[in-house]
């Protein structure tokens, strides 16, 4: 133990002396030196700390929104195990989960998952949207291109109402409108879909435009004034593809999907 305690004290004879010189110059800086250099590390940590919750990765929900019986669930079972899961009864609350693709299932690479989201589309569920919204990478708007023309009104309706909010709008949410059950000889094309889609939305814009004039809605406006509507004209990116949820082809979902959450 004599021999521990010796060394302690021929190190600290050795480390006194730099301990001296380092207070002597600390106190020899001039307080504006020493504020300015504190001030500096400051900011840089609270930048470091910015810069590392700016590279958090980008959200993996996809929301599935759309009329009642226009398929969302079976393109919601597609994507997570390849199955149409027929007679699925229509849910009053949302379906979600967050797996790999099903069709990634496979690849030897590391897949990163995906939060799905299939909304309800019973009208008075609706406004359940605007929890999943703000944390959304993208929607898809599912239409039924088999019964599309008694349903083109109710469809038009809901997607200006999903396209004029404010998160659509600010965060730029793209939108994917969807034609599904396209596997039916009778189902309607998705450029016959997407132009009367945008007719029906372009009256509804001058009706819903006069509204808010009166100061009876907030919401945002539509497109380009003097000019017909087209879906071109959003702030947000809005295409427009074709599927089968019951046969499985689902191939421009999953490009949709994994063009706004990486893997």
């Given at each position: 133990?004599?021999?521990?305690?010796?060394?302690?004290?021929?190190i600290?004879?050795?480390?006194?002396?730099?301990?001296?010189?380092?207070?002597?110059?600390?106190q020899?800086?001039?307080?504006?030196?020493?504020?300015?250099?504190?001030?500096?590390?400051?900011?840089?940590?609270?930048?470091?700390?910015?810069?590392?919750?700016?590279?958090?990765?980008?959200?993996?929900?996809?929301?599935?929104?759309g009329?009642?019986g226009?398929?969302?669930?079976?393109?919601?079972?597609?994507?997570?195990?390849?199955?149409?899961?027929?007679?699925?009864?229509?849910?009053?609350?949302?379906?979600?989960?967050?797996?790999?693709?099903?069709?990634?299932?496979?690849?030897?690479v590391?897949?990163?998952?995906v939060?799905?989201?299939?909304?309800?589309g019973?009208?008075?569920?609706?406004?359940?949207?605007?929890?999943?919204?703000?944390?959304?990478?993208?929607?898809?708007?599912?239409?039924?291109?088999?019964?599309?023309?008694?349903?083109?009104?109710?469809?038009?309706?809901?997607?200006?109402?999903?396209?004029?909010?404010?998160?659509?709008?600010?965060?730029?949410?793209?939108?994917?409108?969807?034609?599904?059950?396209?596997?039916?000889?009778?189902?309607?094309?998705?450029?016959?879909?997407?132009?009367?889609?945008?007719?029906?939305i372009?009256?509804?814009?001058?009706?819903?435009?006069?509204?808010?004039?009166?100061?009876?809605?907030?919401?945002?406006?539509?497109?380009?004034?003097?000019?017909?509507?087209?879906?071109?004209?959003?702030?947000?990116?809005?295409?427009?593809?074709?599927?089968s949820?019951?046969?499985?082809?689902?191939?421009?979902?999953?490009?949709?999907?994994?063009?706004?959450?990486?893997?």
């Open positions: 133990m004599d021999e521990i305690e010796q060394w302690k004290a021929k600290q004879e050795l480390v006194d002396p730099f301990q001296q010189q380092i207070q002597q110059k600390i020899n800086i001039p307080d504006i030196q020493l504020y300015t250099a504190v001030a500096i590390i400051f900011v840089t940590l609270i930048l470091s700390v910015i810069v590392r919750l700016s590279k958090k990765k980008k959200s993996n929900t996809i929301i599935l929104a009329l009642s226009s398929g969302k669930t079976v393109l919601f079972y597609q994507l997570q195990d390849g199955s149409s899961h027929q007679g699925t009864v229509t849910s009053m609350e949302p379906n979600e989960g967050t797996f790999v693709l099903h069709s990634e299932l496979n690849k030897k590391k897949i990163r998952p939060h799905i989201v299939d909304l309800p019973h009208s008075r569920l609706r406004p359940k949207l605007d929890d999943y919204l703000p944390q959304s990478a993208g929607l898809v708007f599912v239409v039924d291109a088999l019964e599309f023309l008694s349903t083109c009104r109710a469809a038009a309706e809901y997607l200006y109402d999903i396209l004029t909010k404010a998160t659509v709008v600010k965060k730029k949410v793209p939108v994917l409108i969807l034609c599904n059950k396209t596997e039916k000889v009778t189902a309607h094309s998705k450029e016959f879909i997407r132009k009367q889609l945008e007719k029906e372009d009256k509804l814009r001058a009706s819903r435009t006069a509204i808010s004039d009166a100061d009876i809605s907030s919401e945002y406006t539509l497109g380009v004034p003097g000019q017909p509507f087209q879906f071109s004209q959003c702030t947000n990116k809005v295409t427009v593809g074709e599927a949820g019951l046969t499985g082809e689902i191939s421009q979902v999953e490009q949709f999907i994994r063009e706004h959450v990486k893997s």
